[in-house]
Nanobody, 114 residues
Framework: QVQLVESGGGLVQPGGSLTLSCAAS????????MGWYRQAPGKQRELVAR???????NYADSVKGRFTISKDNAKKTVYLQMNSLKPEDTAVYYC????????WGQGTQVTISS
């Protein structure tokens, strides 16, 4: 059974930074594509960033240059470093793993407000 546990959300002022973590209980973690999605109130869930098993990354246009996705295969953890945060980044952030199908974490709230 695949389990994804996110942590690191919180309340931050505009311009601030946060790092989200997602610990995965999965064998052969290094093989899989991992990603971060977010869902703001009243909006559809959207891709934020994704990293392949080989380490290739892609980002939503809205976060390019501000967010960085990375992973530690030994710790089976994927990270999302978020800098220069804006109020429009406010959302519940979900960790995603593609292992035959999509698996999701429970989500962590990120609120950007002064």
């Amino acid at each position: 059974q695949v389990q994804l546990v996110e942590s690191g959300g919180g309340l931050v002022q505009p311009g601030g930074s946060l790092t989200l973590s997602c610990a995965a209980s999965v064998v052969f973690f290094s093989r899989y594509t991992m990603g971060w999605y977010r869902q703001a109130p009243g909006k559809q869930r959207e891709l934020v960033a994704r990293i392949s098993g080989g380490g290739s990354t892609n980002y939503a246009d809205s976060v390019k240059g501000r967010f960085t996705i990375s992973k530690d295969n030994a710790k089976k953890t994927v990270y999302l470093q978020m800098n220069s945060l804006k109020p429009e980044d406010t959302a519940v952030y979900y960790c995603n793993a593609v292992i035959g199908r999509d698996y999701w974490g429970q989500g962590t709230q990120v609120t950007i407000s002064s």
